[in-house]
Protein backbone atom coordinates (compact mmCIF):
# COMPACT_ATOMS: atom_id res chain seq x y z
CA UNK A 1 0.00 0.00 0.00
CA UNK A 2 1.40 3.09 -0.88
CA UNK A 3 1.64 6.07 1.74
CA UNK A 4 0.47 9.33 0.71
CA UNK A 5 2.10 12.25 3.15
CA UNK A 6 0.07 15.30 2.56
CA UNK A 7 -2.58 17.41 4.45
CA UNK A 8 -5.58 16.10 2.45
CA UNK A 9 -8.22 14.77 4.31
CA UNK A 10 -8.19 10.95 4.54
CA UNK A 11 -10.91 10.56 1.89
CA UNK A 12 -9.24 12.21 -0.61
CA UNK A 13 -5.79 10.90 0.65
CA UNK A 14 -7.26 7.22 0.00
CA UNK A 15 -8.40 8.46 -3.46
CA UNK A 16 -4.74 9.78 -3.89
CA UNK A 17 -3.17 6.27 -2.83
CA UNK A 18 -5.10 4.22 -5.12
CA UNK A 19 -4.08 7.01 -8.24
CA UNK A 20 -1.04 6.52 -7.36
CA UNK A 21 -1.30 2.49 -7.58
CA UNK A 22 -2.87 2.57 -10.94
CA UNK A 23 -0.73 4.98 -12.63
CA UNK A 24 2.91 3.35 -10.94
CA UNK A 25 4.98 2.34 -13.70
CA UNK A 26 3.34 3.41 -16.38
CA UNK A 27 4.11 6.61 -18.53
CA UNK A 28 1.46 8.93 -18.35
CA UNK A 29 -0.40 11.73 -20.11
CA UNK A 30 -1.58 14.75 -18.91
CA UNK A 31 -4.83 16.89 -19.78
CA UNK A 32 -5.64 20.40 -18.17
CA UNK A 33 -8.41 22.92 -18.07
CA UNK A 34 -8.57 25.67 -16.10
CA UNK A 35 -9.45 24.49 -12.79
CA UNK A 36 -5.39 23.83 -13.17
CA UNK A 37 -4.57 27.65 -13.12
CA UNK A 38 -7.19 29.04 -10.28
CA UNK A 39 -4.49 28.85 -7.93
CA UNK A 40 -2.82 30.82 -9.90
CA UNK A 41 -5.85 33.81 -9.53
CA UNK A 42 -7.28 32.73 -13.36
CA UNK A 43 -10.55 31.90 -12.57
CA UNK A 44 -12.46 29.17 -14.02
CA UNK A 45 -15.43 28.92 -16.40
CA UNK A 46 -18.05 26.30 -15.13
CA UNK A 47 -16.67 26.05 -11.34
CA UNK A 48 -18.52 26.64 -8.87
CA UNK A 49 -19.20 30.73 -8.15
CA UNK A 50 -17.60 31.29 -11.54
CA UNK A 51 -18.93 34.04 -13.10
CA UNK A 52 -21.80 33.87 -15.98
CA UNK A 53 -20.07 34.89 -19.20
CA UNK A 54 -21.04 35.25 -22.60
CA UNK A 55 -18.09 34.61 -25.07
CA UNK A 56 -17.59 36.58 -27.89
CA UNK A 57 -17.93 34.02 -30.68
CA UNK A 58 -15.12 33.93 -34.22
CA UNK A 59 -18.08 35.35 -36.22
CA UNK A 60 -19.03 38.08 -33.98
CA UNK A 61 -15.25 39.04 -34.01
CA UNK A 62 -14.94 38.94 -37.67
CA UNK A 63 -18.19 40.75 -38.69
CA UNK A 64 -18.30 43.46 -36.34
CA UNK A 65 -15.23 46.46 -36.21
CA UNK A 66 -17.81 47.41 -33.27
CA UNK A 67 -17.37 43.41 -31.77
CA UNK A 68 -13.28 43.76 -32.05
CA UNK A 69 -13.15 47.29 -30.01
CA UNK A 70 -15.06 45.52 -27.27
CA UNK A 71 -12.39 42.75 -27.50
CA UNK A 72 -9.39 44.33 -27.56
CA UNK A 73 -10.32 46.98 -24.93
CA UNK A 74 -11.12 44.43 -22.73
CA UNK A 75 -8.46 42.04 -23.88
CA UNK A 76 -6.04 44.87 -22.95
CA UNK A 77 -7.88 45.70 -19.59
CA UNK A 78 -6.67 42.22 -18.44
CA UNK A 79 -3.99 41.27 -20.53
CA UNK A 80 -0.98 42.48 -17.77
CA UNK A 81 -2.77 41.18 -15.01
CA UNK A 82 -3.30 37.62 -17.04
CA UNK A 83 0.39 37.97 -18.27
CA UNK A 84 1.77 38.41 -14.92
CA UNK A 85 0.36 35.27 -13.11
CA UNK A 86 2.69 32.73 -11.98
CA UNK A 87 2.79 29.26 -12.19
CA UNK A 88 1.52 27.06 -9.40
CA UNK A 89 2.44 24.15 -7.90
CA UNK A 90 0.48 22.01 -9.98
CA UNK A 91 2.05 23.55 -13.24
CA UNK A 92 5.23 22.59 -11.82
CA UNK A 93 4.30 19.23 -10.48
CA UNK A 94 3.70 18.16 -14.24
CA UNK A 95 6.81 19.57 -15.35
CA UNK A 96 8.73 17.59 -12.06
CA UNK A 97 6.51 14.53 -13.84
CA UNK A 98 7.88 14.77 -17.78
CA UNK A 99 11.81 15.95 -16.16
CA UNK A 100 12.07 12.45 -14.73
CA UNK A 101 10.44 10.44 -17.60
CA UNK A 102 7.24 9.63 -15.82
CA UNK A 103 4.81 12.11 -18.22
CA UNK A 104 5.05 12.35 -21.76
CA UNK A 105 4.07 15.85 -21.91
CA UNK A 106 0.84 17.61 -21.23
CA UNK A 107 -2.25 18.81 -23.38
CA UNK A 108 -3.96 22.05 -21.85
CA UNK A 109 -7.29 23.28 -23.16
CA UNK A 110 -5.86 26.63 -21.40
CA UNK A 111 -4.47 29.60 -23.09
CA UNK A 112 -2.69 30.91 -20.00
CA UNK A 113 0.91 29.55 -20.91
CA UNK A 114 1.38 28.56 -17.69
CA UNK A 115 2.72 25.31 -18.26
CA UNK A 116 5.52 26.50 -20.52
CA UNK A 117 6.91 28.61 -18.04
CA UNK A 118 6.72 26.18 -15.10
CA UNK A 119 9.43 24.50 -17.67
CA UNK A 120 6.76 21.54 -19.62
CA UNK A 121 8.42 21.08 -22.68
CA UNK A 122 6.11 19.09 -24.67
CA UNK A 123 3.00 21.32 -24.20
CA UNK A 124 0.01 20.87 -26.43
CA UNK A 125 -1.89 24.09 -26.49
CA UNK A 126 -5.08 22.81 -27.92
CA UNK A 127 -6.78 26.30 -27.75
CA UNK A 128 -4.21 28.21 -28.41
CA UNK A 129 -1.89 30.66 -27.04
CA UNK A 130 -2.63 34.45 -25.90
CA UNK A 131 1.17 35.07 -26.18
CA UNK A 132 0.96 35.69 -30.09
CA UNK A 133 -1.45 37.81 -32.24
CA UNK A 134 -1.74 37.37 -36.26
CA UNK A 135 -3.33 38.71 -38.58
CA UNK A 136 -6.11 36.94 -40.49
CA UNK A 137 -5.13 38.60 -44.14
CA UNK A 138 -1.50 38.16 -44.44
CA UNK A 139 -0.69 35.47 -41.58
CA UNK A 140 2.28 37.95 -39.78
CA UNK A 141 2.51 36.65 -36.24
CA UNK A 142 3.06 39.20 -33.48
CA UNK A 143 4.35 39.19 -29.76
CA UNK A 144 1.37 39.96 -27.22
CA UNK A 145 3.82 41.91 -25.14
CA UNK A 146 4.83 44.29 -28.63
CA UNK A 147 1.16 44.47 -29.05
CA UNK A 148 0.01 45.90 -26.04
CA UNK A 149 3.05 48.22 -26.22
CA UNK A 150 1.26 50.08 -29.19
CA UNK A 151 -2.18 49.81 -27.92
CA UNK A 152 -0.98 51.72 -25.00
CA UNK A 153 0.79 54.58 -27.43
CA UNK A 154 -2.54 54.63 -29.47
CA UNK A 155 -5.10 55.04 -26.75
CA UNK A 156 -2.02 56.68 -24.12
CA UNK A 157 -6.15 57.45 -22.00
CA UNK A 158 -6.19 53.88 -21.10
CA UNK A 159 -5.57 53.38 -17.57
CA UNK A 160 -5.05 49.63 -16.00
CA UNK A 161 -7.09 49.28 -12.71
CA UNK A 162 -5.44 48.10 -9.49
CA UNK A 163 -7.72 44.86 -9.19
CA UNK A 164 -8.76 43.84 -12.65
CA UNK A 165 -11.74 41.21 -12.09
CA UNK A 166 -10.08 38.55 -14.79
CA UNK A 167 -11.76 35.84 -16.88
CA UNK A 168 -10.32 32.95 -17.52
CA UNK A 169 -8.89 34.09 -20.71
CA UNK A 170 -7.72 37.60 -19.27
CA UNK A 171 -10.49 39.44 -20.37
CA UNK A 172 -12.60 41.93 -18.42
CA UNK A 173 -15.76 44.02 -19.50
CA UNK A 174 -14.36 47.10 -19.77
CA UNK A 175 -17.09 49.94 -18.51
CA UNK A 176 -16.53 52.30 -22.09
CA UNK A 177 -15.11 51.32 -25.71
CA UNK A 178 -15.65 54.77 -27.10
CA UNK A 179 -12.34 56.29 -28.56
CA UNK A 180 -10.87 53.31 -28.35
CA UNK A 181 -8.33 52.45 -32.02
CA UNK A 182 -8.41 49.17 -32.87
CA UNK A 183 -4.95 47.86 -33.15
CA UNK A 184 -4.29 46.33 -37.20
CA UNK A 185 -1.79 44.99 -39.37
CA UNK A 186 1.20 46.90 -39.77
CA UNK A 187 1.96 44.26 -42.58
CA UNK A 188 -1.04 45.09 -44.46
CA UNK A 189 -3.57 46.99 -42.59
CA UNK A 190 -5.37 43.51 -42.42
CA UNK A 191 -7.65 42.32 -38.66
CA UNK A 192 -5.65 40.88 -35.96
CA UNK A 193 -6.48 38.42 -33.72
CA UNK A 194 -4.98 36.39 -31.15
CA UNK A 195 -3.88 33.18 -31.61
CA UNK A 196 -6.69 31.01 -29.37
CA UNK A 197 -9.76 28.99 -30.35
CA UNK A 198 -12.43 31.07 -30.48
CA UNK A 199 -16.17 29.49 -29.34
CA UNK A 200 -17.42 28.75 -32.72
CA UNK A 201 -14.11 27.63 -33.97
CA UNK A 202 -12.48 24.02 -34.14
CA UNK A 203 -9.46 23.09 -32.74
CA UNK A 204 -6.97 23.20 -35.77
CA UNK A 205 -6.98 19.15 -36.92
CA UNK A 206 -2.64 19.07 -37.17
CA UNK A 207 -3.25 20.65 -33.26
CA UNK A 208 -5.55 17.70 -32.10
CA UNK A 209 -3.72 14.78 -33.95
CA UNK A 210 -0.39 15.67 -31.61
CA UNK A 211 -2.55 15.62 -28.52
CA UNK A 212 -3.94 12.53 -29.99
CA UNK A 213 -0.16 11.19 -29.96
CA UNK A 214 0.50 12.37 -27.30
CA UNK A 215 -2.18 10.41 -25.46
CA UNK A 216 -1.38 7.16 -27.97
CA UNK A 217 2.49 7.33 -26.64
CA UNK A 218 1.32 7.03 -23.15
CA UNK A 219 0.42 4.17 -20.75
CA UNK A 220 -2.23 6.07 -18.43
CA UNK A 221 -3.98 9.32 -18.64
CA UNK A 222 -4.14 12.11 -15.94
CA UNK A 223 -7.35 14.66 -16.66
CA UNK A 224 -6.73 17.31 -14.18
CA UNK A 225 -9.46 20.65 -13.72
CA UNK A 226 -11.47 19.75 -16.79
CA UNK A 227 -14.96 19.40 -16.21
CA UNK A 228 -15.13 17.85 -19.83
CA UNK A 229 -17.70 19.85 -21.08
CA UNK A 230 -15.26 20.60 -24.57
CA UNK A 231 -15.65 17.36 -26.87
CA UNK A 232 -12.43 17.67 -27.18
CA UNK A 233 -11.08 16.41 -23.78
CA UNK A 234 -13.62 13.45 -24.31
CA UNK A 235 -12.29 12.44 -27.53
CA UNK A 236 -8.80 12.20 -25.75
CA UNK A 237 -9.95 10.43 -22.93
CA UNK A 238 -12.07 7.85 -24.84
CA UNK A 239 -9.10 7.14 -27.42
CA UNK A 240 -7.41 6.20 -23.92
CA UNK A 241 -10.38 4.01 -23.06
CA UNK A 242 -10.69 2.22 -26.05
CA UNK A 243 -7.03 1.36 -25.13
CA UNK A 244 -7.82 -0.16 -21.91
CA UNK A 245 -5.28 2.48 -20.40
CA UNK A 246 -5.89 3.49 -16.40
CA UNK A 247 -7.93 7.20 -16.03
CA UNK A 248 -7.54 9.61 -13.55
CA UNK A 249 -9.63 12.52 -13.61
CA UNK A 250 -8.67 14.88 -10.26
CA UNK A 251 -11.50 17.83 -10.52
CA UNK A 252 -13.37 19.93 -7.79
CA UNK A 253 -17.12 18.65 -8.42
CA UNK A 254 -18.31 16.47 -10.96
CA UNK A 255 -16.93 16.40 -14.68
CA UNK A 256 -18.86 14.79 -17.49
CA UNK A 257 -17.09 11.71 -17.24
CA UNK A 258 -17.12 10.70 -13.57
CA UNK A 259 -18.44 7.36 -14.45
CA UNK A 260 -15.33 6.47 -16.96
CA UNK A 261 -12.61 7.00 -14.88
CA UNK A 262 -10.85 4.45 -12.97
CA UNK A 263 -10.48 6.77 -9.89
CA UNK A 264 -12.06 10.14 -9.62
CA UNK A 265 -10.83 12.24 -6.77
CA UNK A 266 -12.41 15.29 -6.01
CA UNK A 267 -10.21 17.77 -4.60
CA UNK A 268 -7.80 20.79 -5.84
CA UNK A 269 -5.16 19.92 -8.53
CA UNK A 270 -2.15 21.87 -6.84
CA UNK A 271 -2.00 19.39 -3.95
CA UNK A 272 -3.16 16.26 -5.71
CA UNK A 273 -1.02 16.65 -8.42
CA UNK A 274 2.24 17.14 -6.14
CA UNK A 275 1.12 14.36 -4.19
CA UNK A 276 1.54 12.23 -7.29
CA UNK A 277 4.79 14.11 -8.04
CA UNK A 278 5.89 12.75 -4.68
CA UNK A 279 4.80 9.25 -4.76
CA UNK A 280 5.09 8.28 -7.86
CA UNK A 281 8.16 5.63 -8.08
CA UNK A 282 10.96 5.66 -11.20
CA UNK A 283 9.95 3.40 -14.13
CA UNK A 284 11.59 0.76 -14.10
Known amino acids: MTTIATDLDAKTTDAVAAAVSELAGRRLAVLTGAGVSTDSGIPDYRGEGAPVRTPMTAEQFMSSESARRRYWVG??????????????????????????????????????????????????????????VFCTHCGQVFDRRDLA???????????????????????????????????????????????VVFFGEFIPAAKFREAE??????????????????NSGIRLLERARRRRLPVVIVNRGATRADSRATVKIDAGTSEVLQAFADALPPLA
Open 149 to 195: RRVEADNPWIRIPADVPLGPDGDVLPETTEGFVIPECTVCGGVLKPD
Open 213 to 230: QLVHTSQALVIAGSSLVV
Open 75 to 132: SHLGWKAFAAADPNPGHRAIAALEERGLATGVVTQNVDGLHVRAGSRRVVELHGTMRR
